[in-house]
T-cell receptor, first 115, second 111 residues
Framework: DAMVIQNPRYQVTQFGKPVTLSCSQTLNHNVMYWYQQKSSQAPKLLFHYYDKDFNNEADTPDNFQSRRPNTSFCFLDIRSPGLGDAAMYLC??????????????FGPGTRLTVL | QKEVEQNSGPLSVPEGAIASLNCTYSDRGSQSFFWYRQYSGKSPELIMFIYSNGDKEDGRFTAQLNKASQYVSLLIRDSQPSDSATYLCAVNRSNDYKLSFGAGTTVTVRA
């Protein structure tokens, strides 16, 4: 089945220790998104890629970086995690940006704990 | 004003009843509206989307859209305990078509 996969599902890191989260997709979608979701809050868009074009949200901290080496994979790097970065990180994909009916499909998420 | 607002709940309904969830949005140019279901500790799962004013039915779910009032709702008929989850309303942004999410309404279906 075509799907969005995230690894690891659970990640524990220490304060200030860099961490990388992974997302892959078999849907062959153009666009990949990274969201941060804290408990009882709405998912917050961090950035997205349209093919290789990177688009950062204005309020995404510099501590968060992303890489998309090919169509299938996208990585979220947190350079120096703080306690406030503990959250669920969601990867989503969609077929085409800029189309009003574009639909996003989510992976299972990675739960990040910062000690 | 938040871009997308939902009643946080919890909304408690007996099994077999209708659950009614509401969502309002601020971007008058939004054209696409989505409902996602999110079980505790899991990722959002798309239930349905609606683009045109009126009702759209899919199984036990009905989405209703009123663009003039900037209002979208979701009805869950014959509610089951498995419907107990948080329901997220998402609206596309007219300037770039990315999604703005509400914080969700938590629904509990009592057996």
């Amino acid at each position: 089945d075509a799907m969005v996969i995230q690894n690891p599902r659970y990640q524990v890191t220490q304060f200030g220790k860099p961490v990388t989260l992974s997302c892959s997709q078999t849907l062959n979608h153009n666009v990949m998104y990274w969201y941060q979701q804290k408990s009882s809050q709405a998912p917050k868009l961090l950035f997205h890629y349209y093919d290789k074009d990177f688009n950062n949200e204005a309020d995404t901290p510099d501590n968060f970086q992303s890489r998309r080496p090919n169509t299938s994979f996208c990585f979220l790097d947190i350079r120096s995690p703080g306690l406030g970065d503990a959250a669920m990180y969601l990867c989503a994909t969609s077929v085409l940006q800029g189309v009003s009916t574009d639909t996003q499909y989510f992976g299972p998420g990675t739960r990040l704990t910062v000690l | 004003q938040k871009e997308v607002e939902q009643n946080s709940g919890p909304l408690s309904v007996p099994e077999g009843a209708i659950a009614s969830l509401n969502c309002t949005y601020s971007d008058r140019g939004s054209q696409s509206f989505f409902w996602y279901r999110q079980y505790s500790g899991k990722s959002p799962e798309l239930i349905m989307f609606i683009y045109s004013n009126g009702d759209k039915e899919d199984g036990r779910f009905t989405a209703q859209l009123n663009k003039a009032s900037q209002y979208v709702s979701l009805l869950i008929r014959d509610s089951q305990p498995s419907d107990s989850a948080t329901y997220l309303c998402a609206v596309n942004r007219s300037n770039d078509y990315k999604l703005s999410f509400g914080a969700g309404t938590t629904v509990t279906v009592r057996a």
